[in-house]
């Protein structure tokens, strides 16, 4: 939720409105629906790990693994000033999301007895209560934009 949400709602508006200030609701626009579509990734990912059986570790560190590639594309997008890049970042980084996401709500149901099932889901809405709370703290204390992607990167790995 940390990498999620202000990704979504802080990153992109903040990039496209330096590299495309005239056209920014449009290209916020098309930015939002690439990750949106990239979404859809999470039950094709969710299907294929139980095709595969019980390796849902290993999709775990998948999505991991491309949440990190996903994140380190938006630091080029400053360097290379392009918009395309920045589509790609989102791209990836949703993939590696959502990923991460299918798998940890399957590994809840793996590891939390069926009568704990409850407490389970709740203890995984309030730490992405609070993860969405710590990613917009980060940016009301006004850090720039580049250091929010080394603490995506530390927050998906750890």
Known sequence: AFCFNTINSVVIPKEIE?????????????????????????????????????????????????????????????????????????????????????MVTALLNDFVREEQTGVGSGAMAILAILGSGMGYALFALDVPVHYSYFSYILLSVF
């Open 18 to 102: 330096r590299l495309a200030p005239s056209r920014q609701s449009m290209w916020v626009g098309l930015i939002m629906a690439s990750g949106a579509i990239s979404q859809l990734s999470t039950p094709m990912v969710g299907a294929w790990s139980d095709r595969v059986g019980n390796n849902r570790a290993r999709f775990l560190v998948y999505g991991t693994i491309l949440t990190v590639i996903g994140v380190s594309i938006y630091f080029f997008v400053s360097a290379m000033e392009s918009i395309i890049v920045l589509f790609l970042a989102q791209i990836v980084t949703t993939v590696g999301l959502s990923t991460q996401y299918a």
